[in-house]
């Protein structure tokens, strides 16, 4: 269970690391004749894809801070992380998408004529992968994560819920002179 654990972690880090890193980069570029080629970054072009990947680490991190049924949830949010990465990534490669980017970041070249051309880089590709990774790692937690380990129960409170004591009991030992933390 810890080797399926640790490559489970390894999968989401991958996902979301490499849709960080292709967010950062240029995924398009639009030339207007002579002017100098206008670039649009991953975060131009798909806005959503960073904070996606963003709550795909921190569902990673909940996933061990939390037990059954909640890792499944847990699962399924880090799959749809995942979904919407992979769609607004390919949504990116529009053409249209990055031509309306560019003439709106250059509208006097715009002006001027067509787009001569748009080139796009692998770097949506790239992000879409890690955002089919970050579906694999959910849908994998979504099966397997209830039998992982989790966060130790070491500082937990001793004892099942019934037996704990609720806090008008606490305040009536107080009362009582008696000292409620202290081990029976």
């Not at 894809?49 to 059954?68: D, N």
Request: hydrophobic share 50%.
């Amino acid at each position: 269970m810890k080797r399926e654990l640790g490559l489970w972690l390894l999968l989401c880090v991958a996902g979301a690391g490499l849709t960080l890193l292709a967010t950062g980069r240029v995924w398009a570029s639009a030339r207007y004749g002579a002017a100098a080629p206008v670039e649009l970054t991953g975060g131009d072009l798909a806005p959503a894809v960073q904070p996606l990947a963003l709550a795909g680490l921190a569902a990673t991190v909940a996933l061990f801070a939390t037990k059954g049924l909640w890792r499944r949830v847990i699962g399924a949010v880090l799959a749809l992380c995942g979904v919407g990465i992979a769609l607004l990534s390919w949504r990116g490669l529009s053409a249209g998408t990055a031509e309306e980017l560019a003439a709106a970041r250059r509208p006097l070249a715009a002006a001027t004529g067509d787009v001569a051309a748009v080139a796009h880089t692998a770097w949506p590709y790239l992000a879409a992968a890690g955002g089919a990774l970050l579906i694999a790692s959910g849908v994998l937690a979504v099966a397997r994560a209830t039998g992982w380990a989790g966060m130790s129960g070491r500082y937990d409170r001793p004892g099942s819920a019934a037996e704990q004591r609720d806090d008008k009991s606490l305040w009536e030992a107080i009362d009582r002179g008696d000292d409620p933390t202290e081990e029976r």
